[in-house]
């Protein structure tokens, strides 16, 4: 979960905003059928801190590289791409504080509290690497490859927040432009801090400056620059969610979703709990989250989200509505929190029931996830391996307390699916094709169910021993499966 945007927030918020897919509608897309234009040879990967300085890395020269084909995951491997997963802003330093009382609702106490919080730097202990920091920790601790895109400033949270990623081997490239004046030039060229503040029961509340600013807190990055091209050319995935509006403007956004469509990088796409401001926002970030929805290859969502975006209970059919009215998406995925998940594609349909845990803190949790599903779709894994090693990864994750560099660890990881604790499938499959009758084919990760598919449903039960025996020894060796989904 990400959160720095908001200027309170409790954690058991949920997300209702209003979207019609009408306005997303688009001709079907033909089949993939491009190729990786031509590229130099070097990404410059940067740090400000001397303790983590990382060297110029080469790349080789993608030129003639193509696209690979589309199989039934959707997955587009381009092999010749060195950089797994590349995040794009949201990258902030997180404050953990104890209070007696959540901040108070009016605007101004607010800006006093966050005023008064920001005279002096706590102590280092309360520190941790937030936003997308937590999807590219997860992911790094995977085995991807990762770089973050976006802004850190010239100050002792920007080289703590580069140090971090240093030393989870996730490589930095500067967002960065040119200040227009001299209030952008000093504190809203800053590393951008959340407050996240506990109350005695456990009740999370948050605030930055990003809360108090008209504009998004880096208005004044408004090109894509040579360096970041690179990256993003040279990367399999960009991932992007809701909270990506509260750094760049509408404009700077739409010019990188272009992009990597022009490039051959898949889009990723969280819209988070902002998706509901963005739906009544600005004409111009209506647009934009209308541009993510068409072309994003890959779209993740609450339960309540896909609910909200398209006036359909059920989330199979939510998933299906989506993906009729998508240009390029491919996958969408439904989070259902402690039932588990589901992949919807144009032909398929796949569900994995949760893992069982005793649930710590759900903060990072939908990070960790997403960063589990982009391995999936890079390595090009069976559907439900990969919903699998998503759940596990983001119930790890909910076992600790707090994201950054408290998202699961691999050995957790494997703890779990070793465990093979999984909540009931079998009502999970009923409630999800209650109302499906044309659902083709269905994917259903079980401990021992045994079931036959109806005469227009074709149920495939999917052993969790058959894909802990797949996943697992890649997992223990730090590698990750790349079979082919059949």
Sequence with gaps: MNHHALALK?????????LSLSNFSLQSPNPLQFRVPNVSSSVCLRSRSSAADVSPVRYTDVSSSSIGSLGETGGVVVTEKPIDVA??????????????????PSRGERKALMDELSLSPPDKKYWEAGGNCNMAIAAARLGLQCVAIGHVGDEIYGEFLLDVLHEEGIGTVALDGEATNAKDASSFCETLICWVLVDPLQRHGFCSRADFKEEPAFSWITDLSDEVKMAIRQSKVIFCNGYDFDDFSPSFIMSTIDYATKVGTAIFFDPGPRGKSLSKGTPDERRALSRFFRMSDVLLLTSEEAESLTGIKNPVKAGQEILR??????WV???????GSVLVTKSSVSVAPAFKVEVVDTVGCGDSFVAAIALGYIRNMPLVNTLTIANAVGAATAMGCGAGRNVAKRHHVVDLIKASKLNDEESLLKELLAENPETPKVNLLSKGMRKEGSNKQQIEIISMEKVVSELLPELEVGRCCVKASS
């Design 325 to 330: 009215n998508g240009k390029g998406t491919k």
């Design 10 to 18: 409790f954690h058991s918020f949920s997300p209702q905003y209003a």
């Design 87 to 104: 995040t794009l802003g949201n990258l902030c330093v997180d404050i953990v504080l104890s209070v007696d009382e959540l901040p108070p």
């Design 333 to 339: 995925i439904v989070k259902m929190g402690p039932k």
